[in-house]
């Protein structure tokens, strides 16, 4: 196994893709420093690989350059490179897709979306192991693979890892290597199709010129950050419910302000992810504001902070506490809030959105 080791070492954390992903260089998720900084891309399988600005061990070793037929690897500071006949990317906003399924020449391998869910290795589906367990390469942000149990690190052929943002280029890379005839699995947290790449990887196959039957591609699912996160305070989205994300960086504010009033007048539980960073401070202040327009300061609101790893924490407050705890520890980039709805009261500890059961029943 080879590993593309980056070093995160920034002490600003602000992301390049306008988000901010922790409030400190020290701060951890599962003793992994949250604070990454991007700022180079090499290749050598088919497509970038990325090292932050202190990366202390780049990866010069060519297995997977032999796997896909590439000859080599750069690690230069200020480019990227393909060794396949593949993508060059630039690790900024615009990131651009560059080859095309006819820059390569080998019979395509296969390429798996798996969701990790919440952290731990208990947490992740018998089924996402065994598929981790059967990959040649797995492609992700660095966070999410140093939460692989060793079992599957050790077994891989290589690993690929980005620190956070590259997600068009960390998405090439694996749809370039699977398309250069290895069998690889991108991660993530959770689940692939919760605001993931499941759907990203679907449209870059598209842009290349592949298909996704052309290279067996399946989505893994893994437990989703919602699901994860109810199940520590007990039973808030237990009917109709829906997520909404307050990062600005791919939905606009206003479309994301729009969303946040029609749930919360409609009485959804509504699920919030990636609530506060530094650069979105006013994102979740207006979400408190919208969310305290249409419901009762004394709703529960379930706050669960990196759910599944060392880290975690777990509160249930008040929905009137919940602006003041924008600036705490509890609430940045790892925590979900699950808002109840009228129905939502605390029993014992435990949120409680009843399904109507009682209505129908006694007991
Ligand atoms: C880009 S989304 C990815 C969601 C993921 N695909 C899922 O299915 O949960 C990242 C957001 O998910 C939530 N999240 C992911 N892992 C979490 C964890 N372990 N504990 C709490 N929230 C988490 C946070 O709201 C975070 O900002």
Partial sequence: MSTDNTTDASTETESKCGASEARSASESASGTAASEAETDTASKCGASSASSSTETTPDTGDDSASKCGASSSS???????????????????????GSTVDDFDAEPGRLIAVGLGPGQPEGMTARARSALLD???????????????????????????????????????????????????????????????????????????ATATMLDFDVVPGVPAAQSCAARVGAPLVNDTVSISLSDHLTDMPTIESRLHAAAKEGFTITIYNPWSRKRRDNYEKCCEILLEHRDPETPVGVVHAAGREDEQVEIVELGELPELGE????????????????????????????????????
Avoid: F, Q
């Avoid at 960390?170 to 370039?176: G, V």
């Avoid at 409680?352 to 029943?361: A, D, S």
């Fill in 75 to 97: 690690s230069s500071s200020s480019s990227s490179s393909s060794s396949c006949g593949a993508s060059s990317s630039s690790e900024s906003d615009e990131e651009e897709v």
């Fill in 328 to 363: 705490t520890d509890l609430v940045d980039m790892t925590t979900t809030l699950l808002v109840g709805n009228e129905d939502t009261y605390v029993w014992d500890d435990r949120m409680v959105t009843p399904r109507g059961y009682e209505t129908k029943y006694d007991y």
């Fill in 135 to 209: 990959a040649e390469h797995i492609v992700g942000y660095t966070t999410y693979v140093e939460l692989l149990p060793d079992e599957i690190t050790d077994g891989a052929d290589d690993i690929y890892n980005t620190p956070m943002c590259g997600e068009v280029s960390r998405t090439e890379e694996a749809i370039d290597r699977a398309l250069a005839g290895n069998d690889v699995a991108i991660i993530g947290s959770g689940d692939p199709n919760v605001y993931a790449l499941a759907g990203l990887a679907l449209e870059i196959i598209e842009s290349k010129g």
